[in-house]
């Protein structure tokens, strides 16, 4: 019984990891060093916005570079600046779903990709929960 068990929790990992990709989980980003607090009159008071880009230092994945502030596959390149925002291998250009890893094509033109493992993996993030709940839930019980 327990050659299964080893299995199971590797499974267990992946999804759990498929679930925190799919449901927006991890973050790029970097320190900021010298916090300036902008002008009041302009910005709620407080608000830490160094780079005077108007996205709080909090929310800005670059606080030190006015030109970018979203890394959506957290390569460190902006995605002003990346080609490939979803890291997919396929160009933004070329990709009908630039900011989404599990999809690149829509060959119909309805709006929802080809890749129908998607489905499976990003239907419901409490889904996933609940089935990465579960299978934790089962190993310790045949523990």
């Not at 008071?45 to 160094?50: E, H, K, L, M, R």
């Not at 933004?92 to 119909?108: G, I």
């Not at 493992?117 to 190993?139: A, F, P, R, Y």
Request: net charge negative.
């Amino acid at each position: 019984m327990k050659n299964l068990i080893a299995p199971i929790k590797c499974c267990s990992i992946t999804i759990l990891f498929a679930t925190l990709t799919a449901c927006g989980g991890g973050s790029g980003g970097s320190s900021n060093t010298a916090p300036i607090v902008n002008d009041p009159v302009t910005e709620a008071p407080g608000v830490i916005d160094a780079d005077s880009d108007g996205i709080p230092d909090a929310d800005d994945a670059f606080p030190l570079d006015a030109a970018e502030s979203v890394d959506t596959d957290g390569d460190g390149i902006g995605n002003n600046s990346d080609s490939d925002d979803d890291n997919d291998g396929i160009a933004d250009t070329d990709d009908a779903f630039p900011l989404d890893t599990l999809e690149s094509a829509d060959t119909d033109g309805d709006g929802i990709g080809n890749n129908p493992m998607k489905t499976m993996i990003t239907t419901s993030c409490s889904i996933q929960t609940i089935l990465t709940t579960t299978i934790m839930g089962s190993l310790k019980s045949a523990a």
